[in-house]
Each structure stands twice: as structure tokens, then as C-alpha cells.
């Protein structure tokens, strides 16, 4: 297992940025698929991004795309969300998430076991 931790998280206006990070402990990082998912008052958890081992591949929401970018650094164990022209409806708790997920499954909660606590985002004026 892979121990996460995440954090950046707070209160921006809409329109405004964040860069969320998430630390990750043990000796494996480099062999996980880590992805950003994020979960809404009651709403289900839901797919943001998400970034391949070795960094080559990223994938993201629709409500992603253009407006956040997920990166990671092999060498010292982080996985970062950039988040750009933040909207109210972004607001949510912010989940770091590890897995080896096929690529038909990469965009599914299921196929990650290894979680954060989340870091708390709210988007509003």
C-alpha cells in the first residue's frame, strides 16, 4: 500500500486558481496510475483527472479539460492538480487516488485502492 496526502485545498473566488498536491509515501509511486477524483455535497464521487506512471498519458473530465492539469514527480513522490478558472460548481472535497487500472477503467473510483483524506475546495464569491 501507498500512503496519500493531499493538501492546497481552500476558498477562491470563482475565476481564481489552486494548486492542489498530494504526497505519497513508499518505495512503488513510480508503478501507480494516480488519478484526482473529487466528491460534492451529496453528490457521488466523480472523475477529474488522472496521469499514467511514467507521466506520458493524462486524462480528464469534460468539465476538466482546458481548465485543470495534472502532473506528477517520480523522484520525490507528488502528484499535483493545477486548477485554473475555478467554478462554483468545482466546489468539493478533492480525493488523491493510486491504482493500477486498466485503460478502459481509469476514469472508475473502483479501480483505485489507495486514497487520501481529501483536502476541502470551495468556489465561491
Known amino acids: 500500500q501507498v500512503e496519500l496526502v493531499e493538501s492546497g485545498g481552500g476558498l477562491v473566488q470563482p475565476g481564481g486558481s489552486l494548486r492542489l498536491s498530494c504526497a505519497a509515501s513508499g518505495r512503488t509511486f513510480n508503478t501507480y496510475t494516480m488519478g484526482w477524483f473529487r466528491q460534492a455535497p451529496g453528490k457521488e464521487r466523480e472523475f477529474v483527472a488522472t496521469i499514467r506512471s511514467n507521466g506520458g498519458h493524462t486524462y480528464y473530465a469534460d468539465s476538466a479539460k482546458a481548465r485543470f492539469t495534472i502532473s506528477r514527480d517520480n523522484a520525490n513522490n507528488w502528484v499535483y492538480l493545477q486548477m485554473n478558472n475555478l467554478k462554483p460548481e468545482d466546489t468539493g472535497v478533492y480525493f488523491c487516488?493510486?491504482?493500477?487500472?486498466?485503460?478502459?477503467?481509469?476514469?472508475?473510483?473502483?479501480?483505485?485502492?489507495?486514497w487520501g483524506q481529501g483536502t476541502q475546495v470551495t468556489v465561491s464569491s
Open positions: 487516488a493510486a491504482g493500477r487500472p486498466i485503460l478502459s477503467s481509469l476514469r472508475q473510483a473502483a479501480s483505485y485502492n489507495n
